[in-house]
């Protein structure tokens, strides 16, 4: 059974970092791409950086020059580094495993549409960034 736990969610202060955890089991992190996704209230779901098995990255534009996404196969873990965090940053942050490593858009993180190629998703972590 696929499973994946976030952790390293929590408040900070404008300016500030966090970084964030996912630990992934049941699969080969060479199976999958990996990434995060977040949802604010009242805003749809949006990717915020994945990365492929061979460690090729993209960034949302928002993400780009502040966020980093890394994994660690022997550890079967992702990570988000998170550097000068802004308010508009607070959200609930999913990790992701897209083994059809499509990143389609989603509605509503964390939820699937009934389709195979669905992504599997960890439980997600708050991150809230005052101002």
């Known amino acids: 059974e696929v499973q994946l736990v976030e952790s390293g969610g929590g408040s900070v202060q404008a300016g500030g970092s966090l970084t964030l955890s996912c630990i992934g089991s049941g699969f080969s992190f060479d199976d999958s791409d990996l990434g995060w996704y977040r949802q604010a209230p009242g805003n749809e779901c949006e990717l915020v950086a994945s990365?492929?098995?061979?460690?090729?990255?993209y960034y949302a534009e928002f993400a780009e020059g502040r966020f980093t996404i890394s994994q660690d196969k022997t550890k079967n873990t992702v990570y988000l580094q998170m550097n000068n965090l802004r308010p508009e940053d607070s959200a609930v942050y999913y990790c992701?495993?897209?083994?059809?490593?499509?990143?389609?858009?989603?509605?509503?993180?964390?939820?699937?549409?009934?389709?195979?190629?669905?992504?599997?998703w960890g439980q997600g972590t708050q991150v809230t960034v005052s101002s």
């Open positions: 990365i492929s098995s061979d460690d090729a990255t």
């Open positions: 992701a495993a897209d083994f059809a490593r499509a990143w389609r858009d989603y509605l509503v993180c964390g939820t699937g549409t009934g389709r195979p190629d669905d992504n599997y």
